[in-house]
């Protein structure tokens, strides 16, 4: 079962539930401080209209008192006073019906109507003559405006008791919600901690058993590995091995019979007549084949195995090499040889595949005018070194060791325990260098850091 896409899921949810969260939180507290800063303009408008119809009743009282008792002013302004008082507290119940509950709108008409009776009531002191107003003052204000402003006020009273007790049954509200948003942001940042935890077991679960099975996984890449090399340096000895039978054979085999071959046909020359010109022509250009075939396997014996690589030793292998390939490529190749004396026969097989395999590739590549083989000890091992000065590459382009030629070199050299490195740039030739430990009992020499 493939894991990513539970895992996105699983992230993917983990977000959205933090962003949610924060957004709802944010929401909430907005919402809170709305309702808070709401409530508190609704309360202070409706004390304000309560106020002032309070105000306006007050003020008609008193202008009707001061008509009554006084008789100051002219009638009309008094009226037109009371009429504008009329007026404001008309259009403050206009504008506190709205910020009345619903179901508290009939106290609010009740009082309305009371209101509108009071002021009615009033109506009746401009028609009354000087003497009226001396004679019924008394009477009219205890009988009339008294009870009336009495009764509008004590309707005022109720109105800002059901005002007062909207504002705090809203307030209620607004701290039930307060005290309600950190269990809401509690509950959110569980869910979301619940699911990040899921989603880390999910993981864990899934990485340890990736890691298990990449453990497993690269232990049999490492023995696949090793079981590799262990075939690649049986193939290469075998090949050696069969390489230097059939070298042997070539040289010793074939080579004697075609030595009998030329050895038989001059006898068979010496053995004819005089006269026999046509036959001893013949057995003139079987000499001469002779002789060239048996050239021909005789570097094909070098070529496969030089058999003084064993008879001789590395030095003198090296040096035959050189002179061939300049022979061969016209191309001069020094050699400069130090410590190979007690090389084993592994190792001495390395270094004669490695130079040759260098100089092959020099002759197909390089376009070199003069190449150096240098095979010295240093640093507790042998070291290679094979130079040109042919027209070089760029390793970086090309990559560094990917012709079968280079990772043969570079794969014998690491069977011995060495390390095989390629150096080149455009126009300045190129370097293979090469490092094989000392082997001392069985074991690897390697020298020290």
């Not at 699911?195 to 899934?206: C, E, F, K, W």
């Not at 043969?408 to 060495?418: A, H, P, S, T």
Request: with cysteine; charged share 30%.
């Amino acid at each position: 079962m493939r894991i990513w896409p539970i895992l996105l899921l699983g992230f993917s949810t983990l977000v959205l539930l933090i962003a949610f969260s924060g957004f709802s939180a944010l929401e909430r507290a907005r919402s809170i401080y709305a309702g808070v800063s709401e409530l508190h303009d609704t309360e202070q408008h409706a004390e304000r209209l309560l106020a002032k119809v309070r105000s306006d009743i007050l003020s008609s009282a008193i202008v009707v008192r001061d008509d009554l008792y006084q008789n100051s002013g002219p009638e009309d302004e008094q009226r037109a006073e009371l009429r504008r008082l009329q007026i404001s507290t008309t259009a403050a119940l206009v504008e506190l019906r709205p910020l009345i509950p619903k179901e508290d709108a009939p106290k609010l008409e009740t009082m309305r109507q009371d209101l509108n009776d009071y002021w009615h009531s009033l109506d009746a002191l401009f028609l009354w003559t000087p003497e009226q107003k001396a004679r019924l003052n008394r009477a009219f204000l205890h009988d009339e405006i008294f009870p009336r402003r009495q009764a509008v006020l004590m309707l005022l009273g109720q109105v800002e008791e059901l005002n007062r007790d909207s504002i705090q049954t809203r307030r209620k509200d607004i701290d039930r919600r307060e005290r309600d948003l950190p269990v809401f942001v509690s509950r959110l940042i569980g869910a979301t901690i619940l699911v990040g935890i899921l989603v880390a077991i999910a993981s864990a679960v899934r990485i340890s058993a990736l890691e298990s099975h990449a453990s497993k996984q690269q232990a049999a890449v490492v023995a696949a590995g090793e079981e590799l090399r262990n075939l690649s340096r049986q193939l290469v000895e075998t090949q050696e091995e069969e390489r230097r039978s059939l070298s042997r054979e070539l040289h010793d085999q074939i080579g004697q019979l075609l030595t009998a071959i030329r050895i038989g046909a001059g006898n068979l020359e010496d053995d004819l007549p005089e006269d026999s010109d046509r036959a001893k022509l013949q057995l003139d250009q079987i000499k001469r084949l002779s002789e060239q075939t048996l050239r021909t396997v005789r570097d094909l014996a070098m070529g496969l195995r030089p058999a003084m690589l064993d008879d001789l030793g590395l030095g003198a292998a090296l040096e035959w090499q050189a002179r061939q390939h300049s022979r061969l490529c016209g191309v001069p190749v020094s050699v400069e040889l130090d410590g190979t004396e007690n090389l084993s026969d592994s190792q001495r097989t390395c270094v004669y595949r490695v130079v040759q395999e260098a100089l092959t590739n020099i002759a197909r590549h390089a376009e070199a005018r003069n190449i150096e083989v240098s095979v010295k000890s240093a640093a507790g091992g042998i070291s290679i070194v094979v130079r040109d000065d042919g027209r070089g590459f760029d390793v970086a382009e090309t990559g560094s060791g990917k012709g079968l030629g280079l990772l043969g070199i570079k794969e014998r050299v690491r069977q011995l325990g060495g390390e095989a490195s390629l150096e080149s740039e455009r126009g300045s030739g190129t370097r293979l260098k090469a490092w094989l430990p000392l082997e001392i009992k069985g074991e690897w020499k390697r020298a020290a850091s």
